[in-house]
């Protein structure tokens, strides 16, 4: 039986002339009436749409939990089968004498820091002195938190959450983006990618709703990686001597959230106008140095016995629960206070939040890592992708996170680390390590480093998405445009924020995660069948890239 040709030309109609030129119509306009809609929502009726998100994101996860668990699962298992496979693994993102254009360190570096960046900053030492003093062996009993038998605990729970299942998100997006745009020469966008399933049909409303979508996820997913940033940026202020910007309880207030988000905005607004050439490289290169020394100061500094042996052990526990972890679903007993719904509270509130997290933030992220890997096999991509960062979040974990618990356990903190609020923990750790002048010193430094993070993700984020609305064009845009993403970005922020706080923000994420969790799954069933039919072409005479083909689709 004959198959069609494949796709190789999705025309997506964009303005010719005016302020929307180069711009599609319905993704751009619509992308901004719903995010200018919440943003408007959050301010004039702050308790309205608190009580509305919050019962939409208590619906999903009651209702969809298992489904975030076990996505995130399927996109684990679909990218090892694609590296495995022999038919995808020796295909390239790209056509076949295409190289890839930076050196594997340079790749490596520019995965990790798109992909991490501010949530290693906060999450490092955070979370697993989170876990260590609570996590499911802690609420069913069978081990003791903030105790020495609960460490390897909280680092199979870390690893869980910053592993494989993380980077297969980023892996699955970028990789979809890559083979159907360099592969396929179809627009570098997020309807591209389904072609194998729907068609010429995404030219029109059916590819609309999924850019759409997609545009939405990022500014939500971005907007809770600035959140955090937001609260730690100015915990940081405050500790080198910038006061009035937080409450009693150590959190940002009002003034703090305001100040902050002026200042990160404009700053990535106008490295975005500079383009990536300037601003966004010279923030990048600034980003490394720093990143590694203050790397190299725990692995010289702290606990490094500590952190080495918590980097083995924890690996070994984390690849012999995965199965389980990647698998389990907690479901309450609906006895208020039981283990059981203790446990989907913990679910709820940790794995479910950050997949709904990585999958709002991988069209972001995927998109980036499509840019920068064309050239590169399937299995090459999947594999870098996925393990080198995960091992450099390992190694962040352990030796930042692992110094927070050895002290706390043995270097007589006495709580000081863990009872601070959560972007807190790495400026009480350092200070209480170091004299006072160091410990001030390191702390200006760290907050020049999440200074820089915060900077090149808004920037990066605005680019990206004017990429989508701009019909997969990543030319020069206007600069009406930037602007506008700018500042809608950091109003988003702030007006959730202000609104509820974190937890107002990681409502919203997990809300526009969903519909897009759809996509990703798509996604796979594409890319399988794509690479199947590619197959079936080749045996059969037809070209698979988009240089020679020269029969349309059906």
């Not at 030492?125 to 609420?139: F, G, M, T």
């Not at 966008?189 to 068609?199: I, K, V």
């Not at 972001?364 to 590169?376: P, T, W």
Request: proline residues 3%.
């Amino acid at each position: 039986m004959s198959i069609k040709p494949a796709i190789t030309d999705l025309p997506i109609r964009t303005a010719d002339t005016g302020f929307y030129k180069g711009f599609s119509h319905i993704v751009t306009i619509s992308s901004k009436l719903l995010i200018g809609g919440l943003v408007i929502w959050a301010i004039a009726f702050p308790e309205q749409s608190g009580a509305v998100l919050n019962s939409i994101n208590s619906f999903i996860l009651a209702s969809f939990g298992a489904w975030y668990i076990w996505t995130v699962t399927l996109f684990v298992l679909c990218c090892i089968a694609l590296a495995i496979w022999p038919t995808a693994g020796r295909l390239k993102l790209g056509l076949d004498d295409d190289v890839p254009e930076f050196s594997n360190f340079s790749w490596f570096s520019m995965m990790f820091g798109a992909g991490i960046g501010v949530g290693m900053l906060t999450w490092a030492v955070a979370e697993p002195v989170y876990h260590w003093n609570n996590n499911p062996e802690v609420i069913q009993g069978l081990t003791n938190g903030g105790t020495a038998d609960n460490i390897r605990m909280a680092y199979k729970w870390s690893f869980l959450h910053w592993g494989l299942g993380a980077w297969a998100c980023y892996a699955l997006a970028g990789l979809a983006l890559g083979f159907f745009s360099y592969r396929r020469g179809l627009p570098l966008t997020m309807r591209s990618s389904l072609t194998p399933l729907f068609g010429e049909k995404l030219s029109g409303s059916i590819g609309h709703v999924i850019d759409i979508v997609a545009v939405v996820a990022t500014i939500l997913g971005v907007a809770q990686t600035l959140g955090f940033g937001v609260e730690q940026f100015v915990s940081g202020l405050t500790r080198i001597g910038i006061g009035g910007l937080t409450n009693e309880a150590g959190t940002a207030n009002s003034a703090g959230v305001i100040v902050a988000i002026v200042i990160i905005m404009a700053a990535s607004t106008a490295s975005a106008l500079s383009g990536v050439g300037k601003g966004i490289k010279w923030l990048s290169n600034i980003n490394m140095v720093l990143s590694i020394a203050l790397l190299g100061f725990f692995l010289l500094f702290g606990s490094t016995f500590f952190g080495m042996q918590a980097l083995i052990v924890g690996i070994w526990d984390y690849l012999i629960a995965l199965p389980d972890m990647m698998f389990r679903v907690w479901s309450s007993d609906g006895v208020e206070g039981s283990v059981a719904s203790k446990l989907e509270g913990w679910q709820g509130a940790w794995s479910v939040f950050y997949w709904a997290w990585w999958i709002a933030f991988a069209p972001f992220v995927g998109l980036f890592l499509a840019r920068i890997s064309k050239g590169r096999t399937i299995r090459e991509f999947v594999l870098g992708a996925m393990i080198v960062p995960s091992l450099m979040c390992f190694v962040w974990f352990t030796w930042a996170g692992g110094t927070a618990i050895d002290l706390e356990l043995t270097g007589g903190a006495g709580g000081l680390i863990s009872g601070a609020p959560d972007g807190d923990k790495i400026f009480a750790m350092v200070q209480f390590m170091l004299s006072p002048f160091l410990g001030w010193a390191m702390s200006v430094m760290i907050v020049v480093l999440l200074m820089t993070y915060l900077v090149t993700t808004a920037d990066s984020a605005v680019l990206i998405v004017n990429t989508i609305n701009a019909a997969g064009d990543e030319g020069p845009k206007a600069r009406p445009h930037i602007i506008f993403w700018g500042v809608a970005l950091g109003s988003v922020v702030t007006a959730l924020l202000l609104v509820g706080g974190l937890k107002a923000i990681q409502t919203a994420m997990v809300i526009g995660a969903l519909p897009f969790s759809v996509v990703m799954v798509l996604q796979c069933f594409a890319l399988v069948k794509a690479i199947y039919n590619d197959g079936r072409r080749e045996q059969a005479g037809q070209q698979t890239t988009f240089e020679s083909a020269t029969e349309p689709a059906e």
